[in-house]
């Protein structure tokens, strides 16, 4: 498994369709090595604390294996590292492999893998698609959030597998009951049971489990 | 062998503390029968600060039933059982200096894994009939713990405690609450406090804090 690109931000102004959005979804690559603290790579900082700044997501990862598909859904060629607004593209393992709860090893960092990537509207400005939201939830190519177990220096190069636990759910598992909850409330249910969930994402789960049943 | 000696739940009430009104979940009393315990509350409990008190690592509170013989000489309230420190179980062979942080257990069909321990806060002082005992309280090292559900079930007086997994690191409840919220700056005890996987993440920022001030 390998890091190809770290990609990182600041906030700046963007304007679509004569809107001006304050935004960090325009991730650049930068070279290494880059100190990761619990919060935030350096050199990164989102526009939307609220949605984006949350320690589970400290690390937004997407594997490299989607460019491929999504430049065939946008009749492109061309997607620059950083395209889906991810620090991390990774290469190697995808949602399907990855477990929610796993630990990895970049460079001397240790990360946990916490959730999956609810896409947004920005996202799908930025992708100048006003079904990409759709495309991107119902595709279960979300990428995953990771939050930092032990802060340290990252860089390209090998990710390791520290520790897994073959009764988690994958990412693609929990993505796809997560967004059809009506149908797979005993999935959601069992997810919780998982140690190491992240508590937000535990409350962000026992949410919308409420919202179905009321 | 560990037991779940009562299970106590509470209506939210309005008391006044110093002039002002505050209101409270505090006040729990045992409850018979079968108890549904969901994510983030038992069926039936109510607490008055949803952030502070409730949600996911905060979803019941333990205490022992040993420390009621030691709190007793230092009390002088009109209700002294289950459910005056505000806990969800009144436990027995649970003491603060046996259970880790991170710990899993099972209380009749429901899994929980310990989260923290309790700091007393001013309506405690307010129960107890003297806002000293606040301190006293926190200088005991008797806090009990909270714990996050981790299966929905149900539990009854009268349940074992079954122990699920322990946590690795094994910090103990009395160690960690000693460490955050008396003496501060240990610096081996938040060393390891900070290896504990399933650590609540104020807390990780408030230990790595206490580190950054000792260094």
């Given at each position: ?18 809107n001006v959005i304050r935004t960090s979804i325009y991730k650049k690559p930068v070279s290494g ?151 797979n409330r005993e999935i959601l249910e069992k997810s919780l049971s998982m140690t190491g969930l ?17 | ?144 713990f909270y714990m996050r559900v981790l299966k929905q079930g149900e539990v009854m007086a009268g ?57």
């Open positions: 498994m390998e890091l190809l690109s770290i990609n990182v931000s600041e906030p700046e102004e963007h304007t679509f369709d004569g090595p880059l100190r990761l603290d619990r919060r935030r790579l350096a050199g990164d900082r989102q526009a939307n604390m609220k949605h984006h700044g949350q320690p589970f997501q400290a690390v937004y990862a997407y594997p490299f294996e989607h460019y491929a598909y999504w430049q065939k859904v946008f009749g492109v060629t061309d997607f620059p590292f950083g395209q889906f607004g991810e620090n991390f593209t990774t290469q190697g393992f995808t949602e399907r492999d990855v477990r929610i709860g796993d630990i990895y090893r970049v460079g001397d960092a240790l990360l946990r893998v916490t959730f999956l990537r609810i896409p947004c509207g920005v996202f799908a400005l930025k992708m100048k698609s006003a079904s990409f939201v759709n495309l991107f939830r119902e595709s279960l190519r979300t990428g995953f959030y990771m939050s930092v177990l032990r802060p340290g220096q990252v860089d390209i190069g090998s990710i390791e597998l520290m520790e897994t636990n073959p009764e988690h759910m994958t990412v693609a598992d929990l993505a796809r009951a997560y967004f059809n909850p009506e149908n992240a508590d937000e994402v535990r409350h962000m789960i026992v949410n919308k489990m409420k919202a179905i049943s009321s | 062998m560990m037991k779940l000696l009562s299970v106590n739940v509470s209506e939210l009430k309005e008391i006044n503390i110093n002039g002002k009104n505050h209101s409270t979940g505090i006040f729990k009393r045992p409850v018979t029968g079968k108890v549904n315990v969901l994510h983030d509350a038992l069926d039936g409990d109510h607490s008055a600060e949803k952030y502070d008190y409730g949600g996911p690592t905060q979803a019941a509170y333990v205490y022992q039933y040993e420390n009621y013989d030691y709190w007793r000489e230092h009390l002088n309230a009109d209700y002294y059982g289950p459910g005056f420190f505000g806990e969800n179980f009144t436990v027995e062979n649970m003491l603060d200096n046996r259970i880790r942080i991170g710990d899993i257990f099972r209380f009749g069909t429901a899994h929980f894994q310990v989260t923290k321990h309790r700091p007393p806060c001013k309506k405690l002082g307010h129960v107890a009939g003297d806002i000293g005992f606040i301190k006293k309280f926190m200088q005991a090292g008797r806090f009990g349940d074992e405690i079954e122990l699920l997994q322990a946590d690795p690191i094994g910090v103990t409840v009395e160690e960690y609450g000693m460490m955050l919220d008396v003496r501060k700056g240990d610096r081996l005890t938040l060393e390891r406090a900070l290896e504990i996987k399933d650590l609540e993440e104020a807390h990780r920022k408030r230990i790595e804090a206490l580190l950054n001030k000792s260094s």
